[in-house]
DNA sequence: CCGCATCCGTTTCGATACTG
DNA sequence: CAGTATCGAAACGGATGCGG
């Protein structure tokens, strides 16, 4: 009999292995954390996986419950993925495991950095004075978010925001090495790796709140 | 050569995964959170792993420095392994994954349930109240731990307690069951299924305090 | 016995190619 | 754009062997 996939453990733990312990499993589930997907936006923020593996793990996950599909409204008509309510519940999860797993050392080259892995890290390292209420929209390549300081604490949403305070334009890459040195900014914004429209002290805000906490 | 297996992506979640992320991994440092164990002990909390996985398994996580080897003193001479500093910062990771898989249905038949994880179960969800200082040492099957309570927490160690308040002798699925169900004890003492030396109230106790937890 | 290493059939992964 | 089909390479899982 060939045995199954399962752990066969009744441990909680072992339990939520046999349901996102699949190799790339809680890495799209890392995708979706910020809102619905479209499958090809999937793909490009898991580079590394072929399409048959992203294809495997979002059937076994919308089976499992964790995942589900969604027919976004006319005129757009697409299919999206998307987290039910239990499968948001993996966010603290994903984020201490991310935590742990800044201490391990950058793989080799070559190393990839998605956007939304990018905007974990602002929204968990960042701490912004708990006064700063404002709304920062960030366009990473035809792909937004808009990140929103409130009450000390940044949260990201996906697709435009109404009434904005500022406009960032980057790429996941600038935006993360922005966050470990908001002093970068001026050079980025000269270079053209960045560009912002609107306010740009609500961007210094927002990238300045990540090294703020750590200092 | 792991490096082919790695994400290659820089996001401290997919870097997490790079280390512990391998099928077995995250349940190998599960038998672990408690302390040092032997191979063969190991073995014995995960009969589902084949000898090679696990000696894979804790070749890897050695070389990573999430496990470490340690010889015992004499008499006892022989090898454990045990988690590093930074391996034991995955306790809270694996607990919030194992509060998640909770709502996982169980799997088919046969479902095993090692000690580590009914006394994982205990600490996580024990609120013994906060003036009750006591220790309890558990005998499952030859192998001995000690759950203290104090300051309105379970702490549990390997190894027997000194000047232990009782000794509880069951196996884990039984613990399982009373943690659920603590109005079971005394059926469980008549039926042979656990035996308590010393204090019995310090028993009723700490198994109590799950369910006064959920109350 | 304990602590692995080796062998081998089965399953999964990962890259490319292909279809609606 | 949104997946499926295919195939070689790796990893898994079980059995067995072997030195202390």
């Known amino acids: 009999m060939p045995t199954s996939r399962s752990y066969g453990d009744a441990c909680g733990i072992a339990r939520a292995l046999d349901v996102v312990g699949e190799r790339w499993a ?16 999937l793909r490009r923020g898991l580079p590394g996986a072929s399409s048959n593996l992203v294809a495997d793990r979002l059937r076994e996950l919308t089976a499992r419950g964790v995942v589900q599909r969604r027919k976004l409204a ?3 008509g697409s299919w999206v993925y998307e987290l039910t309510e239990w499968g948001r519940e993996l966010d603290p999860v994903i984020v201490a495991l991310g935590h742990w797993g800044l201490r391990v050392p950058l793989p080799e080259a070559p190393v990839t ?10 929204r ?6 708990p006064g700063d209420d404002s709304s920062v929209q960030i366009d990473f390549d035809g792909r937004v978010w808009t990140a929103r300081t409130s009450g000390g604490q940044v949260r990201i949403e996906a697709g435009e ?4 305070d500022a406009v960032l334009h980057t790429d996941p890459a600038t935006l993360n090495a922005l966050l470990e040195d908001p002093d970068g900014l001026d050079a980025a914004l000269a270079g053209g790796s960045a560009t912002v429209a609107g306010e740009l002290a609500a961007v210094r805000r927002l990238i300045g709140s990540v090294a703020a906490a750590s200092a």
């Open 26 to 41: 809680l890495l799209v589930v890392r995708e979706l954390l910020f809102g619905p997907q479209r499958f090809s936006d």
């Open 74 to 76: 006319p005129p757009a």
């Open 161 to 164: 925001a109404a009434g904005a």
């Open 124 to 129: 968990t390292a960042g701490r912004p004075a």
């Open 113 to 122: 950095l998605g956007p939304v892995s990018v905007l974990l890290y602002l």
